[in-house]
């Protein structure tokens, strides 16, 4: 149980263009997702949390306009890079979590490359 | 705040030798930890978790034990092997918060 999927696994897209990535718990309802960039050899960076229904609470120096994040279900919630740049290549990564487990569950991760 | 450290790696083994991987943390109250790991060109799995003082999380035969009067929540294994190779992160939820606050990782790689 508490699988995460992510789609893509993989992306790579011009400088300009936006991009799409969904992350989806399979067997259970998260009531929170997380989403995270890891740069290499570094830990993750938390960008953003956040709740079904409600707007997205990003962490300190994460431009929300850029970084578009959409929980509308309780299995899916997407993130939208607008605009990508080169220097916004990376790993990104989310989690989930339900209502009264403490315990994230990560997806496999999608790796962006912007050229 | 809430923070995590822990050792710098890389840390480099052969087949069937003891691992430690140090962690420790500061944090208010009574927070949960954790240690995930991440194998190559992967995500971030749970491995083990302990949500209170003393108890010991294990895994797959990796063990760590909350020590409140430490404020370490050290992983170890008695025998790596290869297959073991990866990257490992401790990590803390506090009591107030929901996102997780990581340790910058510790590489391991063990060698037959």
């Known amino acids: 149980g508490a699988v995460v999927s992510q789609h893509p696994s993989r992306v790579i897209c011009k400088s300009g263009t936006s991009v799409k990535i969904e992350c989806r718990s399979l067997d259970f309802q998260a009531t929170t997702m997380f989403w995270y960039r890891q740069f290499p050899k570094k830990s993750l960076m938390l960008m953003a949390t956040s709740n079904e229904g409600s707007k997205a609470t990003y962490e300190q120096g994460v431009e929300k306009d850029k970084f578009l994040i959409n929980h509308a279900s309780l299995t899916l919630s997407t993130l939208t890079v607008t605009s990508a740049h080169p220097e916004d290549s990376s790993f990104y990564i989310c989690?989930?979590?339900?209502?009264?487990?403490?315990?994230?569950?990560f997806g496999p991760g999608t790796r962006l490359t912007v050229l | 705040g809430n923070s995590v450290t822990q050792m710098e790696g890389p840390v480099t083994l052969s087949e069937e030798a003891f691992l430690t991987i140090n962690c420790t943390y500061t944090?208010?109250?009574?927070?949960?930890l954790f240690w995930y790991v991440q194998y190559p060109g992967e995500g971030l799995q749970l491995l083990l978790k302990?949500?209170?003082?003393?108890d010991k999380g294990s895994n797959k035969g990796f063990e760590a034990t909350y020590r409140k009067e430490t404020t370490s929540f050290h992983l170890e294994k008695g025998s790596v092997q290869v297959s073991d190779s990866a990257v490992y992160f401790c990590a803390l939820k506090g009591q107030a918060g929901t996102a997780l606050i990581f340790g910058k990782g510790t590489t391991l790689s063990v060698s037959s």
């Open positions: 944090a208010t109250g009574y927070p949960s």
């Open positions: 989690s989930a979590s339900s209502s009264g487990d403490d315990t994230q569950y």
């Open positions: 302990a949500t209170k003082a003393d």
